[in-house]
């Protein structure tokens, strides 16, 4: 699988856990429109650096790099070793 479909099904899954069975688009703002919260933010983290190796103890990581399907990918291309 590939890292959009990933991610995409990640918060998927953390939309529908919520009850959120709504549709989202890869640039949508998940979290600045209220369907994810800062503890969805932290399950992502978890994700990211168990998944793809992030580090996320590196400075200029903040919460706009997590917001949308799209700043995630962004994220893991910029942080490619």
Same mark, same amino acid.
């Given at each position: ?6 991610? $995409? !099904? ?14 989202? %688009?890869?640039?949508?703002?998940? &979290?600045? $429109?209220? $369907?994810? %919260?800062?503890?969805?933010?932290? !399950?992502? #983290? ?11 103890? %590196? +400075?200029? &990581? ?7 399907? !799209?700043? #995630?990918? $962004? ?5 490619? +070793?």
């Amino acid at each position: 699988m590939d890292n959009r479909s990933v991610v $995409r !099904e990640f918060l998927g899954n953390l939309l529908r856990n919520k009850g959120d069975k709504g549709d989202f %688009a890869d640039d949508e703002l998940l &979290i600045t $429109r209220g $369907r994810l %919260a800062s503890v969805d933010a932290v !399950e992502m #983290i978890f994700l990211l650096e168990e998944k793809c190796g992030l580090d996320f103890s %590196a +400075p200029g &990581i903040g919460k706009d790099d997590l917001d949308s399907v !799209e700043s #995630i990918l $962004r994220l893991m291309e910029k942080s490619a +070793p």
